[in-house]
């Protein structure tokens, strides 16, 4: 059957502006809530002689999560009209930019949600900003709580214009603002009369107009080596397709080296031998047409299409060590399956993601996040993660324990790129 393209989203704002209500309303509207759930909350509240709450249904799936009784267990998902949205993790904290930035998690959009009342507020502001020192490119912004402001039109003006000029000069142009009431559901899934002046997207269908991340398969080849293997007279290079795929007769390239040679045989690894071409998360093992030297930690690409090799990297990292990181310091650092001694020799920000203040740039320190320059020992393969999501990350360890990790921003080339 055919997939519908899948969007991850975090919703993001200031505390009490609405996010859990929101989440609670899309969840009804799109029809994603279990019989009787919404019904069995409303009883249990008005039993309680408290009034119900949609944050309730959150915090209720919440719990069901953490008791592993919903068969989903892992993330809240919902529908729209074409995609299948799920959000991931809490925003805003440590734990959030964490996942982010180590790839543990990727968001392809974001909410960000505002008070119609209180307005802009600094938080709504350093949010802003995290979504774009995490490569969020696709920000959808709702104005909540248009009930207290009596629907007014100017408010919203006031506000959408405000927040957008924040965003455009940090580079995101919002996908859509929209106003509405969580709460009473406006602008959620329906314009209502109360909105009857606003004329764009609801929030379901901004979700809906999100681009989902381009699939694995679809990028260029990148086969980072795990070991060889000697049979006989035969060398099997073994690893995982990260992206992009590969077949017998192919002409590679072997990066940071530049050695091109053609695949003569492919087996899905390290069992059978396999006819067609293998995809992203594949195990395979493979041979070439020529005797050449490579070793774990290469990366290996199509011609024309290979990863850059350097001996240089600016990263975005995340420093999770107790001792801050400073200039000058002695790392290791694991891109793929390839190590290397590095040293620091610039930090270029500093950053304390609750405060957003940018320290003096001389060292990161734990839970903060930083922009650094790393001279390697080594030539390496890599792609900035732009390019590449998979090829585009690293880990830093310090005595032997990881300490950080982050996101290639960009690559300082050795030498020209191999053809
Ligand atoms: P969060 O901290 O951002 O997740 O905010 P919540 O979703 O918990 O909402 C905080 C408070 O705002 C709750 O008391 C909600 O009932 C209230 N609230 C949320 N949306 C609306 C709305 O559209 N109108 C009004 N009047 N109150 C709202």
């Known amino acids: 059957g055919t997939t519908r393209p899948q969007v991850r989203i975090v919703i993001v704002g200031h505390v009490d502006h609405g996010k859990s209500t929101l989440v609670g309303r899309l969840l009804h509207e799109t029809g994603s809530l279990p019989d009787g759930k919404l019904e069995m909350l409303k009883a249990v509240s008005a039993r309680r002689g408290m009034p119900f709450e949609w944050s309730f249904l959150l915090d209720a799936l919440q719990t069901e999560r953490d008791q592993g009784i919903t068969i989903d267990t892992t993330q809240i998902r919902f529908r729209t009209r074409s995609r299948d949205v799920v959000l991931i993790d809490a925003p805003g904290h440590a734990e959030f930019l964490r996942n982010m930035i180590t790839g543990a998690s990727q968001a392809d959009g974001a909410v960000l949600i505002i008070d119609a009342l209180e307005g802009v507020r600094s938080q709504t502001r350093r949010h802003g900003y995290l979504l774009h020192l995490l490569g969020v490119k696709q920000v959808a912004v709702v104005v909540n709580k248009m009930d207290r402001v009596d629907f007014s039109a100017a408010r919203f003006s006031e506000i959408s214009a405000e927040i957008s000029a924040h965003l455009v000069g940090l580079g995101v142009t919002p996908t859509a603002v929209v106003p509405i009431s969580a709460r009473d559901g406006d602008g959620v899934a329906e314009h209502t009369p109360r909105i009857e002046w606003y004329k764009g997207p609801t929030v379901v269908e901004a979700l809906d107009a999100l681009e989902p991340a381009k699939p694995l398969a679809e990028l260029p080849l990148r086969l980072p080596v795990q070991a060889i293997y000697k049979f006989?007279?035969?060398?099997?290079?073994?690893?995982?397709?990260?992206?992009?795929?590969?077949?017998?007769?192919?002409?590679?390239?072997?990066?940071?080296?530049?050695?091109?040679?053609?695949?003569?045989?492919?087996?899905?690894?390290?069992?059978?031998?396999?006819?067609?071409?293998?995809?992203?998360?594949?195990?395979?093992?493979?041979?070439?047409?020529?005797?050449?030297?490579?070793?774990?930690?290469?990366?290996?690409?199509?011609?024309?299409?290979?990863?850059?090799?350097?001996?240089?990297?600016?990263?975005?990292?995340?420093?999770?060590?107790?001792?801050?990181?400073?200039?000058?310091?002695?790392i290791l650092i694991r891109l793929g399956t390839k190590e290397s001694r590095a040293t620091v020799v610039a930090i270029e920000k500093a950053i304390d993601p609750g405060a957003l203040s940018n320290e003096e740039n001389s060292a990161i320190a734990r839970n903060h996040v930083g922009e650094i320059d790393i001279s390697l020992a080594q030539p390496v393969a890599t792609d900035p993660y732009t390019d590449n999501p998979r090829t585009g990350r690293l880990v830093i360890e310090v005595n032997g324990r990881i300490a950080g990790g982050g996101l290639v921003l960009s690559v300082d080339a050795g030498r020209p790129a191999v053809p």
């Open 232 to 330: 006989d007279d035969r060398r099997i290079v073994a690893g995982r397709v990260e992206s992009g795929s590969l077949k017998a007769g192919d002409e590679i390239v072997i990066m940071p080296t530049g050695k091109i040679a053609k695949i003569k045989t492919v087996e899905s690894w390290p069992v059978t031998p396999v006819g067609g071409p293998q995809g992203a998360g594949r195990s395979v093992g493979i041979t070439l047409d020529r005797e050449l030297f490579l070793e774990r930690g290469d990366i290996i690409g199509h011609s024309g299409q290979s990863p850059r090799d350097t001996r240089r990297i600016r990263a975005r990292i995340f420093w999770l060590h107790d001792k801050p990181l400073t200039k000058g310091e002695q």
